[in-house]
């Protein structure tokens, strides 16, 4: 069955950097928009980032905008967030999810495990 | 950019119940509103697209309605498994956007 591992999560001093991963399996990853959305502990879903299925194009919320840099490498299936500048406000589960439809219509139809990303001195 | 407000926050009700979910686009999403059911631990679970249609493995009990600004995710008959949290979606105007959820909780 199709899958998404996401790996890379911890604890991050503020200010540090750290990369977010999400493997993908039995999916056609190379024709697929991606996306990371994360969740802050006992709180509600956030949209994060995009990136077009050829990696061309990438979008991102103005939360992070500048210091995240969403990223694919269709030749190994996997998915990248890098995290730079890490905020307190950025502890969440981060989750990698497959879009389905196109670019308005349809959703999220595949999304990953999680991986907790806790920003704390 | 568009806020999507979903209400009520909790909805509180039986096994066998209907249970009926609101979300409130600030502005037109035409029919570009999706469904997940999130149950604790777990990856949210996309169950409706396109407002109204129900992703293939979706129990028939789910269904979404509405166009516009107003959408509804109706579960005809609550199983013991639904009890869980709901978010709704919107894709149709940048940036990306989720309701805040509304929680279904057994009473």
């Known amino acids: 069955q199709v899958q998404l591992v996401e790996s890379g999560g911890g604890v991050v001093q503020p200010g540090r950097s750290l990369r977010l991963s999400c493997a993908a399996s039995?999916?056609?990853?190379?024709?697929?928009?991606m996306h990371w959305v994360r969740q802050a502990p006992g709180k509600g879903l956030e949209w994060v980032a995009v990136?077009?299925?050829?990696?061309?194009?990438?979008y991102y919320a103005d939360s992070v905008k500048g210091r995240f840099t969403i990223s694919r490498d269709n030749s190994k299936n996997t998915l990248y967030l890098q995290v730079n500048s890490a905020r307190p406000e950025d502890t969440a589960v981060y989750y990698c999810?497959?879009?389905?439809?196109?670019?308005?219509?349809?959703?999220?139809?595949?999304w990953g495990q999680g991986t907790l990303v806790t920003v704390s001195s | 950019e568009i806020v999507l407000t979903q209400s009520p926050a909790t909805l509180s009700l039986s096994p066998g119940e209907r249970a009926t979910l609101s979300c409130r686009a600030s502005?037109?999403?035409?029919?570009?509103l999706a469904w997940y059911q999130q149950k604790p631990g777990q990856a949210p679970r996309l169950l409706v697209f396109?407002?109204?249609n129900r992703v293939t493995g979706i129990p028939a009990r789910f269904s979404g309605t509405g166009s516009g600004t107003d959408f509804t995710l109706t579960i005809s008959s609550l199983e013991p498994e639904d009890f869980a949290v709901y978010y709704c979606?919107?894709?149709?105007?940048?940036?990306?956007?989720f309701g805040g959820g509304t929680k279904v909780e057994i009473k």
């Open positions: 039995r999916l056609s990853f190379s024709t697929a928009g």
């Open positions: 979606q919107q894709r149709s105007n940048w940036p990306p956007a």
């Open positions: 999810a497959k879009e389905f439809g196109g670019p308005v219509s349809g959703g999220f139809d595949y």
């Open positions: 990136i077009s299925y050829d990696g061309s194009k990438k």
């Open positions: 502005q037109s999403i035409n029919g570009y």
């Open positions: 396109d407002a109204s």
